[in-house]
């Protein structure tokens, strides 16, 4: 038997672990389209972009660990281009694999803003790569210009302020992050960006880029204003990775293309399972609603279960997962867990003792959101679990108000 992971990321290599403790021991092979071993992602846009953060990116496992240890069959460097579910063959640039199991976890890639190829000075941040050349442009003290207020862009901003250079962040909507965390706690993102010195532009559009000899000299918006810049970042979402299974039978959801899978991780065709950033998944505490969640915890979770799931399909169960992401802005913590999609939103701790707010449906708490109260988030995460009450649940957090 053999089981084939197509993806060097966190999910993927989470896959591999996890079918070597289920106690699989046949054959594995791991295809991926960097260079890279597999490597943590988050640090990109924090740690590493921090000016005395590390200066290189670490595998999770050496080349020995993954070859020797787990016994994994390397396949790095080049994409997978074509999935024939019929006969289980995945074609990696003309070298077709056999499986009879499959994890795809081919993550997702960076939007890019239009008409920019080729122009130094303007990035994405999703690889290694990425991040170096974000890095090494911030410690020549670039004016830097980041288009979208979301969590990468902030994180990006952050490191800029943190060496003291000027940055504007450029947001199409008139307030961060709003369909990931909503209105109130968007408008106390917004005021963690002024405060430290932020040049936040909201409800503005990016309409081109100017440049000088084939680097980019400033930004123009649709106000008629033009930003100097010398690094851009374009922090604007990203897309799955699924083009190599356009004509396979795979289903891919109408709007991103994401994998569509059941709350098992399964696709539907025989042996092949999705998890991570690529697969929309339906989630039985949220109503079964069906959502692709870009977030490590998320990632790794998923990746473990499709390949048991995989191996195993009879012992599969439903995953019903609580979503968690983190982030640090300017010095401060902010966490989410559970999901945004909510009837009501409530600030249960105001921003002067370090902000909460709660998001409910019906009589339960489907979401928490904090700011610089780490030791609460978690509690809030088990309510969510257990499908606890609103009431309870408000009543907690203003146990919690002078409590850091």
Same mark, same amino acid.
């Given at each position: 038997?053999? +089981?084939?992971?197509?993806?060097?990321?966190? $999910?993927?290599?989470?896959?591999?672990?996890? #079918?070597?403790?289920?106690?699989?021991?046949?054959?594995?092979? +791991? &295809?991926?389209? /960097? *260079?890279?071993?597999?490597?943590?992602?988050?640090?990109?846009?924090?740690?590493?972009?921090?000016?005395?953060?590390?200066?290189?990116?670490?595998?999770?496992?050496?080349?020995?660990?993954?070859?020797?240890?787990?016994?994994?069959?390397?396949?790095?460097?080049?994409?997978?281009?074509?999935?024939?579910?019929?006969?289980?063959?995945?074609?990696?640039?003309?070298?077709?694999?056999?499986?009879?199991?499959?994890?795809?976890?081919?993550? #997702? !890639?960076?939007?890019?803003?239009?008409?920019?190829?080729?122009?130094?000075?303007?990035?994405?941040?999703?690889? #290694?790569?990425?991040?170096?050349?974000?890095? $090494?442009?911030?410690?020549?003290?670039?004016? !830097?210009?980041?288009?979208?207020?979301?969590?990468?862009?902030?994180?990006?901003?952050?490191?800029?302020?943190?060496?003291?250079?000027?940055? !504007?962040?450029?947001? !199409?909507?008139?307030?961060?992050?709003?369909?990931?965390?909503?209105?109130?706690?968007?408008?106390?993102?917004?005021?963690?960006?002024? %405060?430290?010195? @932020?040049? +936040?532009?909201?409800?503005?559009?990016?309409?081109?880029?100017?440049?000088?000899?084939?680097?980019?000299?400033?930004?123009? +918006?649709?106000?008629?204003?033009?930003?100097?810049?010398?690094?851009?970042?374009?922090? &604007?979402?990203?897309?799955?990775?699924?083009?190599?299974?356009?004509?396979?039978?795979?289903?891919?959801?109408?709007?991103?293309?994401?994998?569509?899978?059941?709350?098992?991780?399964?696709?539907?065709?025989?042996?092949?399972?999705?998890?991570?950033?690529?697969?929309?998944?339906?989630?039985?505490?949220?109503? /079964?609603?069906? =959502?692709?969640?870009?977030?490590? @915890?998320? $990632?790794?979770?998923?990746?473990?279960?499709? %390949?048991?799931?995989?191996?195993?399909?009879? =012992?599969?169960?439903?995953?019903?997962?609580?979503?968690?992401?983190?982030?640090?802005?300017?010095?401060?913590?902010?966490?989410?867990?559970?999901?945004?999609?909510?009837?009501?939103?409530?600030?249960?701790?105001?921003?002067?003792?370090?902000? @909460?707010?709660?998001?409910?449906?019906?009589?339960?708490?489907?979401?928490?959101? @904090?700011?610089?109260?780490?030791?609460?988030?978690?509690?809030?995460?088990?309510?969510?679990? #257990?499908?606890?009450?609103?009431? *309870?649940?408000? =009543?907690?957090?203003?146990?919690?108000?002078?409590? =850091?």
């Amino acid at each position: 038997m053999t +089981l084939v992971v197509v993806g060097g990321s966190l $999910a993927g290599l989470r896959a591999v672990e996890s #079918a070597r403790r289920a106690g699989y021991d046949g054959r594995i092979v +791991l &295809i991926g389209a /960097e *260079e890279h071993l597999p490597y943590d992602r988050p640090p990109l846009s924090k740690a590493f972009l921090d000016p005395d953060g590390p200066a290189r990116v670490q595998p999770f496992r050496s080349e020995a660990e993954l070859r020797e240890d787990l016994g994994v069959e390397l396949m790095l460097g080049t994409p997978a281009d074509g999935l024939d579910p019929r006969d289980r063959v995945v074609s990696v640039s003309g070298t077709m694999v056999c499986y009879d199991a499959l994890v795809i976890a081919t993550g #997702a !890639t960076a939007r890019r803003f239009s008409g920019t190829d080729g122009l130094r000075g303007v990035h994405t941040l999703r690889t #290694a790569q990425d991040a170096a050349a974000v890095r $090494a442009s911030l410690d020549r003290g670039a004016r !830097t210009v980041v288009i979208g207020a979301g969590f990468i862009g902030s994180e990006v901003a952050s490191a800029a302020r943190k060496r003291g250079l000027p940055v !504007t962040v450029v947001e !199409t909507q008139d307030l961060p992050l709003l369909g990931s965390v909503g209105r109130q706690a968007g408008a106390v993102c917004a005021d963690l960006h002024r %405060a430290a010195g @932020t040049d +936040l532009r909201l409800s503005v559009q990016v309409i081109g880029l100017e440049s000088v000899a084939g680097a980019v000299s400033g930004v123009r +918006l649709s106000t008629g204003e033009v930003l100097p810049a010398d690094l851009v970042v374009a922090g &604007i979402g990203a897309a799955p990775a699924t083009g190599w299974l356009e004509r396979s039978g795979v289903p891919l959801h109408e709007r991103d293309r994401g994998v569509i899978c059941d709350a098992t991780l399964a696709t539907g065709l025989p042996g092949v399972y999705a998890a991570g950033d690529v697969a929309h998944v339906v989630n039985p505490l949220f109503d /079964e609603e069906s =959502a692709r969640v870009e977030h490590w @915890t998320n $990632a790794a979770e998923q990746g473990a279960a499709a %390949a048991r799931h995989a191996l195993d399909p009879a =012992a599969a169960r439903p995953l019903v997962p609580v979503p968690y992401f983190w982030s640090d802005w300017y010095g401060h913590r902010i966490q989410f867990v559970g999901t945004p999609r909510a009837e009501e939103v409530v600030v249960a701790v105001p921003a002067e003792a370090g902000f @909460t707010a709660l998001y409910r449906r019906r009589d339960r708490i489907v979401g928490a959101f @904090t700011v610089d109260r780490p030791r609460e988030i978690m509690k809030y995460r088990r309510r969510v679990a #257990a499908r606890g009450s609103w009431a *309870e649940a408000v =009543a907690f957090a203003a146990t919690t108000t002078t409590a =850091a």
